[in-house]
């Protein structure tokens, strides 16, 4: 048996041990398929990798403290935890409004079965992402601010994709905006992204993919069920689409496949794995797991301005730059391609 398909068989297996080991049992839709619609939230102090100060995978209590400490003293201006009245009325006009962010998200160590973790890496052991040279670079090339045109700026600014990558796939935890409405029918699963309003569509009848297809920043995802567990296998992504998160993010190759995992292992809890194969950027296959909890509603409206005068204005700022700089007008430069594909891509 293929060493990918061993890593699945376990991941099934273990999520089942797991919620029989609960004695928990799935509630059912209309069509018999486990239950897992409602609005729920991944937000927590870990990251994707390990940070290096911590050696296992799981935290003791103490170490779970130091790590949400830590955190709340990086975010400790930007955090609100004053609940949102939808009572309010609207803000008093304003010349200037001033620039500001927000925290919003459980600042604890997100838990499996009790148990802090340091990180959603659990495989490899370290917690750290396996990547190859091609694939650091290329994670560089494309988080490097750049102003020569339109292209380089970053997707999130333009309102393309949401901050942090929660839409994913893999559906990364943010520190604000990180709920998700899942909605089932017979053929579907629908995935509502609060942060910029994404909607991933799972279709559960038909297994073929296009024979050309059309590459997006979600890519084409096919689910089935084994047992209890939702599989989700998304290939067709967008090649140098960069997966941002906390604790450092990875960016696609053309050959990327991503296998999801959801299974409700309580009321108010499902636990979430995956699987990120990608030989173009990873010297391995490594995989993840993190909780989902149920969340309460309803889903506000997630608004992004898509740089209205901002994009605009930065651009003509770096022109200005430019002249200072040469003491000659700047002249813009053609808009360029992508940043040029790891090795081994076409």
Known sequence: MPRIAIAVLALALAAASAAEAAGYKAPRT???????????????????????????????????????????????????????????????????????????????AGRIDGKPRSSWIVDPADGRLPLSDAGRQLGRELTRYRYDSYEYRPKDERCLTAIGSPEGPPMMNSGFNGHYQVVQTRDHVAILVEMNHDVRIVRLTDRKRPADPVRSWLGDSIGWWEGDTLVVETTNLRPNTFIGSLGGGFAYGPRARLTERFTRTGPGDILYQFEVEDPDVFTRVWRAEMPWRAAKGPIYEYACHEGNYSLENILAGARAQDREATGKPATPPPPAAAPAPAAGQP
């Open 30 to 108: 209309a069509f018999g398929h486990p239950d897992l619609q409602g609005l729920w939230t991944n937000t927590a102090v870990t990251f994707l990798q390990r940070p290096p100060n911590f050696k296992n995978l799981i935290l003791t209590e103490a170490e779970a403290e130091q790590l949400a400490a830590g955190f709340r003293k990086m975010v400790e201006p930007l955090i609100s935890e004053a609940p949102i009245d939808p009572n309010l009325p609207a803000p008093p006009e304003v010349e200037e409004v001033q620039n500001a962010d927000f925290i919003e998200m459980q600042l604890a």
